[in-house]
């Protein structure tokens, strides 16, 4: 059964502050979907499953861990009501509304953290040698005629002369030389842009240079 919680929970500015205590907060209303009974399921188990109920409307607001587990079922989720009128989600004290390509950016950093989970050292996923941080790539394959989402790159290190600290964004981001901010914090803005700091192992200050390998 969801919880019962006064009408000021499912405020704005609650939900943001709510969802910096977990993984990612998911809301959405009651739809004609034939896919509403298995978002409902889903919902429902999580730790958090809050419901109002007004004349109109009927909100669900389904709170989610930072796990494997919390990862795979807010993907669940994310993915049966992604499009749905007055789906968002809440994410590390920001709202992300819940239209197909923004849903899509943050199901791909929750499946990028539940690899993480499913390995032995969470480095050995998410940590990539590289030689330049301004040319970190080697173009692998790219299959562009037929979905630009079926691109594949992979870091082209020889030296592995720096610790790049997310391969989920190594596989786009180029940081400008001589931008007034550190590559660090380039690193940061655009986890933020992209919502790769919804990632509990998303840590910009790993970036750094290995001593000896020049």
Not at 36 to 65: C, N, Q, T, Y
Not at 69 to 74: C, F, I, R, S
Not at 152 to 163: D, Q, S
């Amino acid at each position: 059964m969801p919880d019962t919680r006064p009408p000021n929970f499912f405020s704005h500015d609650n939900l943001l502050k709510l969802s910096r205590e977990y993984l990612v907060l998911v809301l959405f209303l009651r739809s004609r979907s034939d896919a509403f009974a298995l978002a409902h399921e889903v919902a429902r188990r999580a730790p958090l499953f809050v419901v109002r109920d007004l004349e109109s409307l009927k909100i669900h607001v389904a709170g989610f861990a930072a796990t494997f587990d919390g990862a795979t079922e807010a993907m669940d989720l994310i993915h049966y009501v992604r499009g749905w009128r007055g789906t968002h989600f809440y994410a590390q004290g920001r709202m992300v509304i819940g239209e197909m390509e923004q849903a899509f950016q943050l199901e791909s950093v929750l499946k990028c953290f539940a690899d993480s989970c499913a390995v032995r050292d969470y480095r050995a996923h998410c940590f990539r040698l590289i030689d330049d941080p301004f040319n970190p790539l080697a173009p692998y394959r790219n299959f562009d005629h037929i979905a630009p989402y079926f691109r594949h790159y992979e870091a082209a290190a020889t030296e592995g002369t720096y610790v790049f600290p997310c391969r989920h964004m190594l596989q786009w981001f180029r940081p400008q030389d001589g931008h007034p901010a550190s590559i660090t914090d380039q690193i940061q803005a655009e986890g933020v842009a992209r919502h790769c700091d919804v990632c509990p192992r998303f840590e910009p200050n790993d970036f750094l240079f290995r001593e000896g390998k020049t």
